[in-house]
């Protein structure tokens, strides 16, 4: 537990509008991620969630700042490139829509054995379709739908085989951007359930992003919470939700939906400004 | 109360090349002037083709089997296009799940507003309209909440976030001052502070105009905050129908429980979440019995071969399942008193 993996410095990311403006996405954001563990990124929309995890995959450049995977600093393009291979195989991402993230017109088996084609990974299970079987299986779904096209399945059916595409190079580090946004509660809680299956399994490093805190409580073993590109909080779950520091925290702490209608109309809540506070 | 809408027995049917999908089957329900009925359920159980089908805008290969739509005390179900026409806006309107395909992205935000107004109010294309209209814009704007209205009056679609693009939405459908606003998953695409916002706001225009609200949702947990009543639907048929305080305190149908044991909330300090086991059936053949059996962990013989009726359990409450019958074994159900003792910590 004790190993660091990953180790973000004062990543800074600006998006230029254009020749004098520009826009800070993500702000002087430090933290680490220990080996084995599961990071939870929460926050509002534009909170620089989903930028932060860019820069970490090497999607995007950020402006200033290091971020050192195994002591390798991945943003400074010499080090990238003697390393590339085994960055590019040991990191994966999930997506928040599986709509647009996978192939339409690609077989399921295409999709989950693509990642093994373009690495030349030498499939120990023989073939790759054997190879996308067993991931297919190891997400909770049978082999009938190996053939199947994306259309044909529902949007947790998707998200799965997209989370068996990412686990079929057997990562490290996992980042998953809004897995479960776009999915109904009761597929949300089986996907929630497969990830902490899978980790358990894998001991993978997790890197869980959301805005749905109640679902980060359940999962996370540490949560930051980013508001207008900066990192506001960072705590362990528990301390962090009974004990909120930041009043943005405590805000969004109000703001999770109790399942309790006459509670949830008399509770007050919270909108943070942070011009005012 | 009065009611404002009702609906009876209605059956809709996609024809389709693979057969016939039985998409809503038999229901009944009345909305009361003045509140909000929220109508959840899994992806695929008929929510949106209930609410299109009332604003009569699905596709041509739909068709409303059976049942009557009465809105008012009049009938609406074979209305022509032209006579629908006119009750769309100032009768019922609708909010659509997501607010970046349903405004143009070229047109500014204030014209999208203005073009609402002007046809709800004549003054289409008549001259001189053009400063009552957008009196009319600022207005709506102000009630959904929008800050400086007159500068956002010229923004586009891309420069708002998406809680003002739902917002600029909600003002289009406030235009004509509908009795009916039916809100197809107003609030899936938001983030949770912005999510209750927006569910306050409707709250509050609901209170200010004296309108009734259809609250599509997904999610039991969101709608607890506003909902006045709550009709759970599944496989297009609606289980369970009962006041707020009823269907989340004294649930009794196994989907209602499956749906709120699934909840976060209900799974905390255990070390796994609840999931309903299994996939909703199809509709193209439904299945004979309830549709939920071969997922109900109480089901009873019974529900493999007969379609359950709704039993009666208080004047507002009712649930479709064999469960209420007389002679079946009494359950205890899982979530009862759980609600009570979730999360006292917030």
Same mark, same amino acid.
């Given at each position: 537990? #004790?190993?660091?993996?990953?180790?973000?410095?004062?990543?800074?990311?600006?998006?230029?509008?254009?020749?004098?403006?520009?826009?800070?996405?993500? +702000?002087?954001?430090?933290?680490?991620?220990?080996?084995?563990?599961?990071?939870?990124?929460?926050? !509002?929309?534009?909170?620089? %969630?989903?930028?932060?995890?860019?820069?970490?995959?090497?999607?995007?450049?950020?402006?200033?700042?290091?971020? =050192?995977?195994?002591?390798?600093?991945?943003?400074?393009?010499?080090?990238?490139?003697?390393?590339?291979?085994?960055?590019?195989?040991?990191?994966?991402?999930?997506?928040?829509?599986?709509?647009?993230?996978?192939?339409?017109?690609?077989?399921?088996?295409?999709?989950?054995?693509?990642?093994?084609?373009?690495?030349?990974?030498?499939? *120990?299970?023989?073939?790759? @379709?054997?190879?996308?079987?067993?991931?297919?299986?190891?997400?909770?779904?049978?082999?009938?739908?190996?053939? %199947?096209?994306?259309?044909?399945?529902?949007?947790?059916?998707?998200?799965?085989?997209?989370?068996?595409?990412?686990?079929?190079?057997?990562?490290?580090?996992?980042?998953?951007?809004?897995?479960?946004?776009?999915?109904?509660?009761?597929?949300?809680?089986?996907?929630?359930?497969?990830?902490?299956?899978?980790?358990?399994?894998?001991?993978?490093?997790?890197?869980?992003?959301?805005?749905?805190?109640?679902?980060?409580?359940?999962?996370?073993?540490?949560?930051?919470?980013?508001?207008?590109?900066?990192?506001?909080?960072?705590?362990?779950?528990?301390?962090?939700?009974?004990?909120?520091?930041?009043?943005?925290?405590?805000?969004?702490?109000?703001?999770?939906?109790?399942?309790?209608?006459?509670? !949830?109309?008399?509770? @007050?809540?919270?909108?943070?400004?942070?011009?005012?506070? | 109360?009065?009611?404002?809408?009702?609906?009876?027995?209605?059956?809709?049917?996609?024809?389709?090349?693979?057969?016939?999908?039985?998409?809503?089957?038999?229901?009944?329900?009345?909305?009361? #002037?003045?509140?909000?009925?929220? =109508?959840?359920?899994?992806?695929?159980?008929?929510?949106?083709?209930?609410?299109?089908?009332?604003?009569?805008?699905?596709?041509?290969?739909?068709?409303?089997?059976?049942?009557?739509?009465?809105?008012?005390?009049?009938?609406?179900?074979?209305?022509?296009?032209?006579?629908?026409?006119?009750?769309?806006?100032?009768?019922?309107?609708?909010?659509?799940? +997501?607010?970046?395909?349903?405004?143009?992205?070229?047109?500014?935000?204030?014209?999208?507003?203005?073009?609402?107004?002007?046809?709800?109010?004549?003054?289409?294309?008549?001259?001189?309209?053009?400063?009552?209209?957008?009196?009319?814009?600022?207005?709506?704007?102000?009630?959904?909440?929008?800050?400086?209205?007159?500068?956002?009056?010229? #923004?586009?679609?891309?420069?708002?976030?998406?809680?003002?693009?739902?917002?600029?939405?909600?003002?289009?459908?406030?235009?004509?001052?509908?009795?009916?606003?039916?809100?197809?998953?107003?609030?899936?695409?938001?983030?949770?502070?912005?999510?209750?916002?927006?569910?306050?706001?409707?709250?509050?225009?609901?209170?200010?105009?004296?309108?009734?609200?259809?609250?599509?949702?997904?999610? =039991?947990?969101?709608?607890?905050?506003?909902?006045?009543?709550?009709?759970?639907?599944?496989?297009?048929?609606?289980?369970?129908?009962?006041?707020?305080?009823?269907?989340?305190?004294?649930?009794?149908?196994?989907?209602?429980?499956?749906?709120?044991?699934?909840?976060?909330?209900?799974?905390?300090?255990?070390?796994?979440?609840?999931?309903?086991?299994?996939?909703?059936?199809?509709?193209?053949?439904?299945?004979?019995?309830?549709?939920?059996?071969?997922?109900?962990?109480?089901?009873?013989?019974?529900?493999?071969?007969?379609? *359950?009726?709704?039993?009666?359990?208080?004047?507002?409450?009712?649930?479709?399942?064999?469960?209420?019958? !007389?002679?079946? *074994?009494?359950?205890?159900?899982?979530?009862?008193?759980?609600?009570?003792?979730?999360?006292?910590?917030?």
């Amino acid at each position: 537990m #004790s190993e660091i993996l990953i180790d973000v410095q004062n990543v800074t990311h600006h998006f230029k509008l254009n020749r004098k403006t520009a826009i800070c996405a993500v +702000d002087q954001v430090s933290f680490q991620i220990k080996k084995g563990e599961i990071l939870g990124l929460v926050g !509002e929309s534009g909170a620089g %969630k989903s930028t932060l995890a860019r820069c970490i995959m090497n999607l995007y450049q950020p402006t200033a700042g290091r971020i =050192l995977y195994k002591g390798i600093d991945t943003c400074d393009r010499r080090q990238f490139k003697e390393h590339k291979k085994m960055l590019q195989t040991k990191r994966q991402l999930i997506f928040q829509d599986s709509t647009s993230s996978i192939n339409q017109r690609m077989k399921a088996v295409d999709i989950i054995a693509e990642p093994l084609r373009i690495n030349h990974v030498h499939t *120990p299970r023989g073939s790759a @379709r054997a190879e996308a079987e067993f991931q297919l299986h190891y997400v909770g779904m049978d082999a009938g739908c190996l053939d %199947k096209y994306p259309p044909e399945l529902s949007g947790g059916e998707r998200q799965r085989i997209a989370i068996a595409r990412a686990l079929s190079m057997e990562p490290e580090l996992l980042v998953a951007d809004e897995p479960i946004a776009s999915l109904d509660v009761s597929i949300q809680a089986q996907i929630i359930n497969l990830f902490k299956h899978l980790q358990k399994e894998h001991g993978f490093t997790f890197l869980f992003i959301s805005h749905d805190l109640a679902m980060v409580e359940y999962l996370c073993d540490r949560v930051g919470v980013m508001y207008q590109g900066r990192l506001v909080e960072l705590a362990p779950t528990r301390d962090l939700f009974s004990n909120p520091q930041h009043p943005y925290t405590r805000t969004l702490l109000s703001a999770i939906p109790l399942p309790d209608p006459k509670r !949830e109309r008399n509770r @007050r809540k919270g909108v943070y400004d942070a011009q005012k506070s | 109360m009065k009611d404002l809408l009702e609906v009876r027995n209605l059956s809709i049917s996609f024809d389709t090349r693979r057969g016939e999908i039985q998409a809503v089957r038999d229901v009944s329900f009345n909305l009361h #002037s003045g509140e909000i009925l929220a =109508l959840v359920g899994e992806s695929g159980c008929g929510k949106s083709v209930l609410c299109k089908s009332i604003m009569k805008l699905l596709h041509g290969n739909s068709r409303i089997k059976s049942g009557n739509i009465i809105v008012d005390g009049e009938d609406i179900t074979g209305y022509c296009e032209r006579d629908m026409q006119k009750l769309r806006g100032n009768v019922f309107s609708m909010i659509f799940q +997501d607010p970046m395909t349903v405004l143009n992205p070229t047109i500014t935000v204030g014209k999208q507003i203005g073009e609402a107004v002007s046809i709800q109010t004549g003054l289409y294309g008549k001259r001189r309209a053009s400063v009552k209209v957008h009196e009319r814009v600022i207005e709506l704007m102000k009630q959904v909440k929008i800050d400086h209205p007159e500068e956002r009056y010229f #923004s586009y679609p891309h420069e708002l976030s998406g809680g003002m693009r739902q917002r600029i939405v909600m003002a289009i459908a406030l235009a004509g001052n509908p009795k009916i606003l039916l809100a197809d998953e107003p609030t899936t695409a938001l983030d949770v502070t912005i999510q209750s916002q927006i569910l306050e706001l409707l709250k509050e225009i609901q209170k200010n105009n004296k309108m009734s609200v259809i609250l599509v949702s997904h999610d =039991l947990g969101a709608v607890a905050s506003v909902a006045d009543r709550v009709a759970v639907m599944y496989a297009g048929k609606i289980v369970e129908i009962g006041t707020a305080e009823e269907v989340y305190y004294d649930p009794r149908h196994p989907y209602t429980w499956g749906l709120l044991r699934s909840l976060p909330a209900f799974s905390k300090g255990r070390d796994e979440l609840y999931t309903i086991p299994g996939m909703p059936p199809t509709l193209i053949n439904p299945p004979m019995g309830d549709a939920f059996a071969c997922r109900n962990e109480y089901a009873l013989e019974i529900d493999y071969k007969e379609m *359950p009726p709704m039993f009666r359990i208080t004047d507002t409450h009712y649930a479709a399942t064999w469960l209420l019958h !007389e002679q079946a *074994p009494k359950i205890v159900s899982p979530v009862g008193g759980m609600v009570s003792d979730v999360r006292n910590s917030y």
